[in-house]
């Protein structure tokens, strides 16, 4: 099954300048425990904002650039639809961004874990639009606002209908 995990502020946004624009614990603390022990598949330009590679994940990057050169355990996919066939044989793997990518991908995606972050960001790479007809939200909840976490985030999962 492919799952595609983001977090999207007021009108769409994902990130500016290659990086993520806000800290919110609660949502990393989320994305850990949802993608922990399995694969990750995310564009080059998403691999190279990354601080470092992600403990206990195995990471794909979808690349055209036949000079990228990825560090030692890295998978490297020339197209979307080499990865996703590769993808078809787990049991899960988990589309983590960024935009090119999650558009790419989001005809094949089974579930989505959408994070709403409900704020208003000055951001460059937005989330697609999506057929909300086609998912059924199957579970919603409210993130906890506190010092660490000064924006209101609501956390929501969506299945495909008829395929899950
Ligand atoms: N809020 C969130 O949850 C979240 C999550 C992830 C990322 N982000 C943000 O999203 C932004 C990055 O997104 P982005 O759209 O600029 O980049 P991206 O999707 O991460 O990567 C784009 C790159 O992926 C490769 N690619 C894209 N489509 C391809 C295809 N069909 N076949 C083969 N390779 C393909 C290309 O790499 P080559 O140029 O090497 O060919 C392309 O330049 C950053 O700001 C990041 O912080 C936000």
Same mark, same amino acid.
């Given at each position: 099954m492919l799952s595609l995990i983001v977090a999207v502020a007021n009108g769409g946004v994902i990130g500016k300048d290659n990086s993520l624009i806000w800290h919110l614990p609660n949502d990393l603390k989320f994305f850990k425990e949802i993608t922990n022990g399995h694969v990750i598949i995310m564009g080059r330009h998403t691999f190279e904002s990354l601080p470092f590679l992600l403990p206990n994940r195995e990471h794909w990057v979808v690349s055209r650039n036949k000079g990228f050169n990825a560090p030692d355990g890295v998978r490297v996919f020339s197209s979307v639809q080499s990865a996703y066939e590769e993808a078809q044989q787990l049991d899960v793997a988990f589309v983590i961004g960024g935009a090119q990518i999650y558009e790419a991908f989001l005809p094949y995606v089974d579930r989505m874990y959408i994070t709403e972050v409900h704020h208003d960001f000055d951001g460059d790479t937005y989330f697609p639009e999506f =057929? %909300? =007809? %086609?998912?059924?939200?199957v579970s919603e909840s409210d993130g906890t606002v506190d010092e660490k976490n000064k924006y209101p985030h609501r956390f929501v999962t969506y299945e495909r209908k008829g395929r899950v």
């Open positions: =057929d %909300a =007809d %086609a998912f059924t939200v």
